[in-house]
Each structure stands twice: as structure tokens, then as C-alpha cells.
């Protein structure tokens, strides 16, 4: 029994020392030649003007979640579209309510205006 403890803990320690060995190797290896061009901060390459920081329209982070929201549910769907077979009544009707569920958030998400892309 402890014998599979010594696995796990031998893969951690490796887990954790790789990395750590990568990082301070690129560190030691990595040319060091810093000037005030290297030093400033990317901003794609452009010299901003005016004002760099401008407000978003918070209907564009209400899209994203929503694509986030449904994105997640294919990924629960697939494993019971896979099982589909072997699945029981009250597993069938489990993901149809689920899928209500959601047809409801999308409904909605839809009414809300939460997906006309403006």
C-alpha cells in the first residue's frame, strides 16, 4: 500500500523539479542585453494616441459568456451522446431536461438581446 504513495510522490517531485530546471536553465542560458526598446512595454508595436485607455461596451463580454455558457455544455453533451446506447430512461430524460434547461437560458439570452452583435 504505501509503495503506491512512494509512485505518487516520486511524480510530483519530478513534476515539480522539471519545470523548476527548465526555467532556471533558460535563465542562466538567455541572452542578457537589455536597452530601454527592450524594456518598454508592447503595445502592438504602434505608438498610441490620445487616451490609451478606452471602455468597452459591456455588451461584448455579455456575448463572450454566453458563447462560454454553451461552449461548456457540448463539452457535457458529448460524453452522453457517446453513452447514448447504453443509457437508461432516467438518464435520457435527465439530459433532456438539461437540454431545457438551457434552451431556456438561450431563449432568454436571446429575448435580452444579449447576442445581437452591435
Known amino acids: 500500500m504505501s509503495q503506491d504513495w512512494i509512485y505518487i510522490g516520486l511524480f510530483v517531485l519530478i513534476s515539480l523539479f522539471l ?10 542560458l538567455s541572452p542578457k542585453k537589455p536597452n530601454t526598446i527592450k524594456n518598454a512595454t508592447y503595445e502592438c508595436g504602434i505608438e498610441t494616441v ?11 463580454y455579455i456575448y463572450a459568456l454566453v458563447f462560454l455558457v454553451f ?3 457540448t463539452v457535457f453533451l458529448y460524453p452522453w451522446a457517446v ?3 447504453q443509457l437508461t430512461l432516467f438518464a435520457v ?3 433532456v431536461v438539461f437540454l431545457l434547461i438551457l434552451a431556456g437560458g438561450l ?3 436571446w429575448k435580452k438581446g444579449a447576442l445581437q452583435w452591435v
Do not use: S
Open 107 to 109: 431563449y432568454y439570452a
Open 71 to 73: 461552449d461548456v455544455e
Open 50 to 60: 490620445g487616451e490609451a485607455w478606452i471602455q468597452f461596451r459591456v455588451q461584448y
Open 93 to 95: 430524460c435527465e439530459a
Open 19 to 28: 519545470p523548476a530546471a527548465a526555467i532556471f536553465i533558460a535563465g542562466l
Open 83 to 85: 453513452a447514448y446506447n
